[in-house]
C-alpha cells in the first residue's frame, strides 16, 4: 500500500519561511519523478515543483525563485524549502508523483502566511 505522508506546515508571517517534507513508503521512490501541488481555497489544485529521478528540477513560475525542491533517495523523503512567504502562499501542501496517480493523495499539510 502506497503511502505519502506531508508535514511540516503551519502559520508563518509574511517574508518567513517552512520547509516541508514528504516521506514516501509502499513505491520504489528513487525510480519516481516527485512533485509539490497546493490547493488554496476556492481554487483548482496546482504543481509548484518537481524533481525528477535524477534531480532536475521546475518551479511554476509563482514560486521560481523563492522554492527550492530536493529529495533524499535513501530516506525515500522529497522536501520543499519555502523563503520569502507570501500570503498568495497559503493553501494546503501535497505531494504526489508526476505524473499524478489519484490513489497516491495524503492528507496535506497547511501553510498558513499571515501577519
Known amino acids: 500500500q502506497v503511502q505519502l505522508v506531508e508535514s511540516g506546515g503551519g502559520l508563518v508571517q509574511p517574508g518567513g519561511s517552512l520547509r516541508l517534507s514528504c516521506g514516501a513508503s509502499g513505491i520504489i521512490f528513487s525510480s519516481y519523478t516527485m512533485g509539490w501541488y497546493r490547493q488554496a481555497p476556492g481554487k483548482q489544485r496546482e504543481m509548484v515543483a518537481r524533481i525528477s529521478s535524477s534531480g532536475s528540477t521546475n518551479y511554476a513560475d509563482s514560486v521560481k525563485g523563492r522554492f527550492t525542491i530536493s529529495r533524499d533517495n535513501a530516506k525515500k523523503t522529497v522536501y520543499l524549502q519555502m523563503n520569502s512567504l507570501k500570503p498568495e502562499d497559503t493553501a494546503v501542501y501535497y505531494c504526489?508523483?508526476?505524473?499524478?496517480?489519484?490513489?497516491?493523495w495524503g492528507q496535506g499539510t497547511q501553510v498558513t502566511v499571515s501577519s
Open positions: 504526489n508523483a508526476v505524473p499524478i496517480v489519484r490513489s497516491y
